[in-house]
């Protein structure tokens, strides 16, 4: 009899083991159900971008501050032919763009980006608001892909140009909402401020460039920007910081941007934010999205719930 007990018991506690084993397993399927499409790049993609934001944190150190001596934007664009410096202020010089670009990008809300931008005015503005073009926090952005832009231009009718938006409405119905996590702030040698990104859930930038890539066949092969990237500039530095000394050299200057890039960072890396929201602009001026110009935005909300 007590040998039949013994047997019960560690049958009993076999079966227990089990089921348990079993419900933790089907716990962790649901889980890897319920991640998007992409979710099986993140890993790669995130490698990517910490290659490219540690490349691009470099870029300063190895090419000094181009800008200083009013060189190129990171669009080979002159940074004198884009801003006139007026009365202790920056004011773009708006150029009509022939034929207009035509840019996807993803937009940061408010909620997130006017923490983001008070920061930055804060850092920056004390010796450089003379010098600085902070960008409207209003639109914040990642460009993911273009249809056209001023490097290969594609034109398009008016018809093309309903047919690509409601081509991106389709990409942006299968998007799931983007958790994203800022990895670090980046001074570029064109004086490029830029908020770089990292993904911590949802579609990764890879599959929605791919997606775009697929609905726009028009598209310039040629894109702007690496496929993994997920960045936002911030502001842009045209000129040199007001410091206590009367006759700065280069290594003083370079060793500000570093402290008040530096500074920045330790305030605001780390910030976490959700895009959940794709746009299609067509800029009729040259960087309008960057220098406040002529636009029209067609605004598409991510179609893919995970709740």
């Known amino acids: 009899m007590a040998r039949v007990r013994n047997w019960y018991t560690r049958s009993k506690s076999a079966t227990l083991i089990w089921f348990i084993s079993l419900i933790t397993f089907y716990a962790l399927f649901r889980m890897a159900s319920n991640l998007s499409p992409s979710s099986k790049d993140l890993p790669v993609s995130i490698g ?74 804060d850092v920056f503005s004390p010796t450089l608001n003379e010098v600085i073009w902070f960008q409207n926090s209003e639109l914040y952005h990642f460009s993911m892909l273009h249809a056209s832009h001023h490097v290969l231009p594609v034109p398009a009718s008016e018809e093309e140009i309903e047919a690509e938006v409601d081509a991106v409405k389709s990409v942006a119905d299968q998007l799931c909402p983007m958790g994203i996590l800022l990895d670090r702030v980046v001074l570029t040698s064109t004086g490029v401020l830029l908020g770089c990104w990292q993904v911590i859930s949802g579609t990764d930038p890879v599959d929605i460039r791919s997606k775009l890539r697929n609905a726009l066949p028009r598209a310039p092969e040629k894109q702007l920007y690496a496929p993994a990237i997920l960045h936002t500039s911030l502001a842009r530095i045209l000129g040199h910081p007001k ?33 959940s929201e794709l746009w299609y602009v067509e800029e009729y001026d040259v960087l309008a999205l960057a220098l406040d110009g002529k636009m029209k935005i067609r605004r598409f909300q991510f179609g893919c719930s995970k709740a």
Do not use: C, W
């Open 48 to 121: 990517e971008r910490l290659k490219l934001y540690d490349k691009m944190s470099r870029d300063l150190d190895e090419h000094g501050a181009l800008f200083l001596k009013h060189g190129e934007t990171s669009q080979s664009l002159l940074l004198s032919d884009l801003f006139d410096a007026k009365n202790g202020s920056l004011t773009p010089v708006l150029k009509a763009a022939n034929p207009p670009v035509r840019a996807n990008v993803l937009h940061l809300s408010t909620e997130y980006s006017l923490p983001i931008a008070k920061a930055v005015r």
């Open 243 to 275: 410091t206590s000394s009367e006759d700065p050299d280069v290594d003083s200057e370079l060793q500000h941007f570093h402290e008040l890039v530096a500074r920045l960072n330790k305030r605001i890396s780390g910030t976490k934010a959700t895009i």
